[in-house]
């Protein structure tokens, strides 16, 4: 097998990462794998910085977090952004330095959604908060201080995989303001599925085989379910979609999948994949300043696809 392209900031936080004795998420209890994402955050990831607005945001169906670059600003699009981890792991804080970062670089408001985590409350209750939240931010904009006219929904990962169902639950069945563009980051896009990724990079790249299963023997998902599986219903008529995958990520390939299938059926579709680096690479910034400019160039392609979407009737 030919060895793969690995950058030397990757290569340096493998090295530590496989270290004997390392523990990865399914090696320890749900509490210390929880603590474990939070204790990665302040060894890895880039300082929150400066905004103008950061504050919870009262009233929703879950807890959410408004970032802001700008105190004051027209009406315009909202991203929503739902955080990674398995569905077991992560919350507003492990992601806080992410959102602070996508709304400094967008020039537009991030609210961040708390949604329910697996195993304390398993599969469906994710996705339904992940699909309320939307809504509330689509119809409450007095709560957020915004003048909203549409949504940006985002993740990572599991987050990612959040964004993408939200965005055919709300084709199906609109919000007070539509959905101007999708944005999966590594998305989990085709989870029933085994791809060549999981067997070329699920041990030694930071994300493992065994810990995602682990996450999800806690979710429980109903494999047959479209919001389990996004690929198990058509796709067409999704806004217009930027897809983000990493080159050695064990669910490279549901990104890659879901991306075909959005070209196939007519979405407007723009796949960027980072060469060289791993699943989680946008939350280990400090670890890897190779990851800052792919986010830049994310954002980058992004600008186009919000440019078209506001030109149309």
């Known amino acids: 097998m030919t060895t793969p392209f690995i950058r030397p900031d990757v290569a340096a936080l493998l090295e530590v990462a496989n270290r004997p004795g390392a523990k990865r998420a399914v090696d320890v209890g749900l509490e210390e794998a929880r603590g474990m994402l939070h204790a990665s955050r302040h060894l890895f990831d880039a300082p929150v910085g400066d905004l103008a607005v950061l504050r919870a945001v009262e009233g929703g169906p879950c807890p959410m977090r408004l970032y802001d670059a700008r105190e004051e600003r027209r009406a315009g699009a909202v991203i929503v952004f739902y955080h990674g981890g398995g569905f077991v792991l992560g919350d507003l804080d492990t992601h806080e330095p992410l959102c602070a970062e996508i709304a400094r670089l967008t020039d537009l408001p991030v609210v961040s959604v708390d949604y329910a985590l697996a195993p304390e409350r398993p599969f469906p209750a994710g996705p339904e908060d992940a699909i309320a939240a939307a809504r509330w ?9 915004l003048q909203v006219d549409g949504l940006v929904l985002s993740g990572d990962s599991a987050g990612g995989n959040f964004a993408i169902v ?26 029933t599925r085994h791809y060549p990724s999981l067997d070329a990079f699920g041990e030694g790249y930071l994300l493992s085989r065994a810990s995602m299963e682990w996450f999800d023997q806690c979710y429980r998902p109903d494999p047959k379910d479209w919001r389990y599986d996004p690929l198990a219903k058509p796709l067409e008529g999704l806004p217009p979609t930027l897809v983000i ?15 075909a299938a959005c070209i196939a059926a007519g979405v407007e579709t723009v796949y960027q994949e980072c060469p060289g680096t791993i699943h989680g690479f946008l939350n ?6 190779s990851a800052q400019e792919d986010l ?4 980058a392609l992004l600008k186009p696809l919000l440019g078209r979407a506001a030109s149309r009737p």
């Open 166 to 191: 939200t965005a055919l639950a709300l084709r199906g069945e609109r919000a007070a303001v539509p959905v101007k563009a999708l944005w999966p980051l590594y998305p989990a896009g085709n989870p």
């Open 296 to 299: 830049e160039r994310s954002v």
């Open 245 to 259: 995958t990493a080159g050695l990520d064990p669910i490279r390939d549901q990104g890659r999948a879901f991306a």
């Open 137 to 145: 931010v689509a119809g409450n904009p007095e709560a957020l201080g």
């Open 284 to 289: 280990l910034r400090r670890a890897l300043p």
